[in-house]
């Protein structure tokens, strides 16, 4: 058991649209023998649409709805890349993905630095404390100065980083990384890489034939630099970097393949095994244990139009799952057996036989599972959930036809448990009628499928609120009384699921003042967890 959950490694690939993230993507897998020529991950997602119509908004947008997960191996270690959708179909599941990973490579473009969507992702990872790589990539092209870059991890996200590797330059010009853990040069030679896995040539820096093929001044300003980062840089500390406190950072270019065997395996040896995720009860449940047990991070719906079929993603947190075993589920007293389990290689599935903690598996699911229940071999271990974050967009639904009132709020009810959207009461009717989605493309994916599946034909108004707090009073404050409550003009009272007061507001600036203005309470971008324990 050990010797298994010990091989696990699960990341997030975390970026801006367009850093390469898909690119960087498939280059792992080429590299972990999981494909045999790059282009495969993009020419599947074309052939899909050519071939599959299992969500029509997908087809007719060109675009994917959700995430998948890929797993491969490589020295050794089982590696499982959850990926996180940037684009128009960020949305709430996004961040929840982090939740099942334990850690996260955060892909910045050389020439563009920390962008919006990898900073918001960023602040996730910081929430969960987990360790954060950095690779930066186009390395290939003309781009910042290195040390300007971790100048601005710094400066935007607050955390250090301590370079593994460092770029060589020839004027403008890329030649290479300076691997920092074995002193060797790996040169950069664009025209030949590209779809299949090459070797990467070079050899130590103070190699003559090294020396020979870089000029006086590149070397001057390569190793002034690296004194720099060596006599003022953070070193490496395993601990910090495990805090989530200083990020290990690499150079590479992943369209031209350079650098990305030596991040890989860098990475793999100092990426974290499987965490012991936190319990209700208070105890970290050891991923080594004998107990098996996982929570649900996602709720696929109709991945198969074919099947109508929905795929809970459950990580395994600890111990070791095998196909047909009996669970215990929270909302059921009685045992569950775990029939179809499978194992995800970009949108194919497969039947698995067995998985260990850190391992994602996909479970069909009749409308049993909500988002952040346990399933566990032992009766009672409930993990602690997966909080709500703050969307970004919200609207007004309501039916076009008054007979169909019943069918949109089942539809709205079940479509919130499995996390498509966020639906929210207002504090004053009490009717449950606020959605908010951090993508807008998950209104449209909203309307699409109460029509599909629940046959209701809604509409929508838009709201003009952009953020949302959650209202929770500090210790020794009075119980939440909306009419003491300072919000400022133009926001809205209204609650959660979960019956948890919100406000939104509509903009960060008016947020702000209503949290300088009321002392005893404190406003949350994140919802406060609720542990689905159920009746245990
Ligand atoms: P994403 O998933 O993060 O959105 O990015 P994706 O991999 O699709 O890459 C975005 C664009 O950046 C693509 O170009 C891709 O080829 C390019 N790219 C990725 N890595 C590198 C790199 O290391 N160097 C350079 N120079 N470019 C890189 P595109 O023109 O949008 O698409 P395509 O025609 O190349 O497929």
Redesign the pocket.
């Known amino acids: 058991m050990a010797a298994e959950v010990g091989r696990r490694r699960t990341f997030a690939i975390i970026?801006?649209?367009?850093?390469?993230?898909?690119?960087?993507t498939e280059k792992l897998l080429l590299y972990g023998g999981a494909i045999r020529e790059a282009g495969a991950v993009?020419a599947r997602r074309a052939a899909r649409h050519a071939t599959s119509d299992w969500m029509e908004l997908e087809k007719q947008r060109g675009i994917s709805v959700t995430s998948s997960v890929m797993q491969f191996t490589y020295d050794d270690c089982a590696v499982n890349i959850l990926d996180t959708p940037?684009?128009q179909d960020f949305s709430e599941d996004t961040y929840r993905t982090l939740s099942a990973a334990d850690c996260a490579v955060m892909?910045i473009d050389a020439a563009k630095g920390v962008e919006p969507q990898t900073e918001k992702l960023f602040r996730v990872c910081q929430l969960r404390k987990i360790p954060v790589f950095t690779f930066v990539?186009?390395?290939?092209?003309v781009g910042r100065d290195p040390l300007d870059l971790m100048d601005e991890i710094e400066s935007h996200l607050g955390m250090r980083a301590t370079p593994m590797a460092w770029p060589l330059f020839e004027g403008a010009t890329f030649r290479g990384v300076y691997d920092r853990t074995d002193k060797s040069v790996h040169l950069f030679q664009a025209e030949k890489h590209g779809t299949t896995a090459i070797q990467a040539s070079g050899g130590r820096y103070d190699d003559q034939v090294v020396q020979g093929l870089l000029s006086d001044g590149a070397r001057e300003r390569f190793e002034e630099e690296l004194e720099l980062i060596e006599v003022a840089g953070d070193p490496y500390d395993q601990q910090r970097v495990l805090s989530g406190d200083l990020s290990p950072m690499f150079f590479?270019?992943?369209?031209?393949n350079f650098g990305v065997e030596l991040f890989l395996k860098r990475f793999l040896k100092l990426a974290p095994l499987p965490g012991d995720y936190q319990t209700v009860a208070g105890d970290p449940q050891p991923a080594g244990s004998d107990i098996f047990s996982g929570f649900v991070f996602k709720i696929q719906a109709n991945m198969d139009r074919a099947h109508r079929d929905r795929i809970a993603f459950l990580r395994i947190c600890s111990g070791r799952f095998s196909k047909g075993m009996e669970v215990w589920h929270p909302r059921n007293t009685k045992k569950i057996r775990l029939a179809n389990p499978s194992s995800f290689m970009a949108r194919e599935r497969s039947v698995i036989d067995e998985a260990f903690a850190g391992d994602i598996i996909g479970l069909y699911d009749s409308g049993l599972f909500r988002i952040g229940d346990t399933i566990s071999t032992q009766k009672g271990l409930a993990y602690a959930g997966i909080p709500h974050f703050s969307p970004e967009s919200f609207r007004r639904i309501r039916v076009g036809e008054p007979l169909k009132r019943k069918q949109l709020a089942k539809g709205l009810q079940q479509l919130a448990e499995e996390g498509a959207i966020q639906l929210f009461s207002d504090h004053f009717t009490g009717v449950e009628d606020i959605v908010g989605a951090v993508g807008t493309l998950q209104f449209d994916v909203l309307l699409h499928r109460l029509e599909g599946e629940y046959n209701v034909k809604a509409l929508t108004s838009p709201e003009p609120y952009s953020v949302c707090r959650w209202v929770v009073g500090k210790p020794g404050s009075p119980a939440f009384d909306h009419k003491t409550f300072k919000r400022g003009q133009g926001s809205l009272m209204a609650r959660d699921r979960d019956g948890h007061p919100v406000v939104l507001f509509s903009n960060e600036w008016s947020a702000r003042w209503a949290e300088n203005n009321n002392e005893g309470y404190e406003l949350r971008p994140v919802s406060p967890v609720v542990a689905h324990a159920g009746d245990l």
């Open positions: 970026s801006h649209p367009d850093a390469g993230k898909t690119t960087l993009k940037g684009h892909l990539n186009k390395m290939d092209r590479g270019s992943a369209l031209t």
